[in-house]
């Protein structure tokens, strides 16, 4: 067994941990015949080789001998057969070297074949799935199908045969549907709908009595994080409804929790799904059973500006947060209370106010918290009544850019500093009594931006410095944001200056960090040297994509009015990030600024509006008034998948409210533009 292992140049190949010398020994253990032993290798070989879905040359490497084991080992074959089958499932494994691996699982097809007449079910059951994602011909499944008695086996089958021979298997799915064991019940559902077939007459109800059985598919063949949400997600809207109906009069709990959270997977997935489904969910808020009701909580707590219709429910529970924000995790109370602040409800401040003076400010809880004229003046009295309460009030109204409420805030500064030197900072109002806060948090946090208030009000710029300094050492990085204020700062500079000029290698460095760091150098250096020196460096970070060249285009964008003819020799390296999803809107502006027209620039322009939730695309279009977007922005509008605007769970239908509110505004702010050719749309988005 292993014939050939130590032919291949391991040590010229990599995984996730680098070079990858420890995989033939990992795959010599997973053939031990100590049981343990072999699970261990096995684990860590997916740790290695297939680390979180990443796959890499060591991988391609490791297929055949993989193959093998599943074959021969004396145990974990049935493991073993799954991981071959992930390794070539772009549900499962990703990376560049992907497309190899999957050819590479492919050329092992005879073997999986090989496995469908296993004696050990289990093996059977996951080489119908592995052989299905080799993409194997139809005969062999079919040929297993007919003889095969087990019920794991016949699930994994039903779902290779959706997959590879979808026309010829429609027919049987139907009828398994309807009369099969639930195991495959489920699975033969699961499959009609990954081949955009339809349900038969009667399916719906079978389903939920299956699933109210236990039924349920297995990981690998699972697409996402559940099973589940694809029974939501994938059927025509009135199939989902009555789906969800039906799952939530079901007999078991659980089952009327699954159909609550595949209710949040479709209302993430489609713009129009909350508001036919969220009067659905409002039902199980009285379900006899506790466990639904928190799971209905927080399915319409999620579902955007759709649950605006039950807000009095959510104020009835968000009234209890004072006595349960002690409580670990995240409880019905505190998702009331967060919803109620997104849909700009007053009703949110008062029990956050009570749990604050009980010793629970929980601020992250107002995240995303909605601007309302009513709700900033609530807020507002409020603090105006109780001034210490700015713990947690404080950071709303900086997120919010109030100005109106900066009264409130100086009466407020002596009781809580910190809180309310963050807010006066963000609205932008310098006041002296908040350097003492300005100062450490410039010196604690490395906040650019407070000790930039700091060098306003008081002149003193060695904090600054000092972070600046700190940022070309790497020891720190600067806070998101513009870097323009370095340009304005001229002589200042001159004692960090022979730092940032020896960042300028005129190479890029090994890291991302340290590549902003060399941007960074290069904005100082040119502030007092010209752009010049820096040129080769900021040419070399742009070769290098991914964030850093975005640091590089924005300078490259800022430097531009001035030093136009000394900058077109980059116009190239631009152009090459346009399809580079972290640098293409920085691209853009450079190019613009260096003259593009902006309609030559419009599709990287709309594409960026979806990358980093808008921050970037969005400022971008404005200030560069490229009013040959609109088209596709409105489109963006229209559409009814969601943008992706967030990697949080929880957010995902607010952020992308959030976005297309701002889509919207930038839309109309664009319109005037094109009535009116000398107005500003600046400060839209």
Request: charged share 20%; net charge negative; hydrophobic share 50%.
């Amino acid at each position: 067994m292993l014939q050939g292992l130590d032919e291949v140049s391991w040590n010229e190949l990599s995984h996730a941990y680098g070079e990858a010398l420890d995989t033939p020994n990992l795959l010599r253990q997973a053939a031990s015949p100590d049981e343990e032993a072999a699970q261990e290798a096995v684990s860590e070989l997916n740790g290695s080789i297939f680390h979180q879905g990443t796959v890499y040359l060591a991988t391609v490497a490791a297929v055949p001998f993989l193959a093998e084991l599943a074959l021969a080992a004396p145990h974990g074959r049935a493991d073993l057969a799954w991981m071959l089958g992930q390794l070539a499932d772009p549900q499962h494994a990703y990376g560049d070297d992907f497309p190899d691996v999957r050819a590479a699982v492919v050329g092992q097809l005879p073997a999986l074949l090989a496995l469908l007449e296993d004696g050990d079910q289990e093996v059977r059951e996951a080489a119908a799935y592995a052989a299905a994602q080799a993409r194997t011909i139809p005969e062999p499944l079919w040929q297993t199908w007919w003889v095969e008695t087990s019920e794991p086996v016949q699930a994994s089958l039903a779902l290779a045969l959706g997959l590879i021979d979808p026309a010829a298997a429609e027919p049987v799915l139907a009828d398994l549907v309807l009369r099969a064991a639930p195991l495959v019940r489920v699975a033969a559902a699961v499959a009609l709908l990954r081949a955009g077939l339809p349900w038969p007459d009667g399916a719906i109800a079978a389903v939920v009595a299956a699933i109210d059985d236990g039924a349920s598919v297995t990981y690998c063949w699972a697409h996402g994080g559940d099973w589940s949400d694809e029974l939501m997600v994938a059927p025509p809207a009135p199939i989902a409804r009555d789906l969800l109906n039906r799952l939530l009069r079901a007999r078991k709990p659980k089952t009327r929790e699954l159909g609550l959270w595949a209710a949040s997977a479709r209302c993430d997935a489609s713009r129009s799904a909350p508001p036919q489904i969220a009067p659905l969910v409002a039902t199980a808020l009285h379900d006899p059973d506790s466990g639904v009701r928190n799971h209905a909580l927080d399915t319409l707590s999620r579902a955007g500006k759709a649950a605006g219709r039950f807000a009095d429910l959510l104020a009835s529970v968000a009234a209890g947060f004072a006595r349960e924000a002690g409580a670990p995790g995240f409880t019905a109370e505190y998702r009331a209370v967060s919803a109620l602040a997104r849909l700009g409800d007053p009703r949110w401040i008062e029990p956050v106010c009570a749990a604050a003076a009980a010793g629970h400010p929980a601020q992250r809880l107002l995240d995303g918290a909605r601007f309302e004229p009513a709700v900033l003046a609530a807020v507002r009295q409020r603090l105006a009544d109780e001034p210490a309460r700015a713990d947690v009030l404080a950071g709303v109204l900086g997120t919010w850019r109030a100005a109106e409420a900066v009264p409130e805030l100086l009466a407020a500064l002596p009781y809580e500093g910190p809180q309310v030197a963050w807010a006066l900072l963000e609205i932008g109002h310098d006041d002296v009594a908040a350097v003492p806060h300005l100062l450490a948090r410039a010196t604690q946090t490395d906040d650019q931006v407070a000790a930039l208030a700091i060098r306003r009000i008081s002149g003193d710029v060695q904090p600054l410095l000092d972070i600046l300094d700190a940022a070309l050492s790497g020891k720190r990085r600067l806070r998101p944001g513009p870097q323009t204020f370095v340009d304005e700062l001229g002589d200042e500079l001159r004692p960090v200056l022979p730092a940032a000029r020896g960042q300028l290698t005129g190479t890029a460095a090994r890291t991302h960090p340290q590549r902003e760091a060399q941007i960074l150098a290069a904005r100082m250096v040119a502030t007092i040297d010209g752009v010049q020196p820096i040129l080769t460096t900021v040419r070399a970070v742009l070769a290098g994509g991914h964030t850093p060249a975005r640091a590089a285009a924005e300078l490259v964008a800022d430097l531009a009015p001035a030093h136009r003819d000394a900058l077109t020799d980059l116009d190239p390296l631009l152009r090459n990030r346009l399809g580079d999803r972290w640098s293409r809107v920085a691209a853009s502006r450079a190019l613009a600024r260096l003259g593009v027209p902006s309609v030559d620039l419009t599709e990287p322009l709309v594409h960026g509006v979806t990358d980093y939730a808008g921050r970037y695309g969005l400022a971008t279009i404005l200030e560069l008034q490229a009013v040959e977007t609109i088209p596709g922005l409105e489109e963006l509008a229209a559409r009814d998948s969601r943008l992706g605007a967030t990697s949080f769970a929880d957010d995902i239908v607010w952020a992308d409210e959030l976005l297309t509110d701002r889509i919207c505004a930038a839309v109309a702010a664009l319109r005037r533009l094109v009535t009116n050719p000398h107005g500003s749309v600046h400060g839209v988005a």
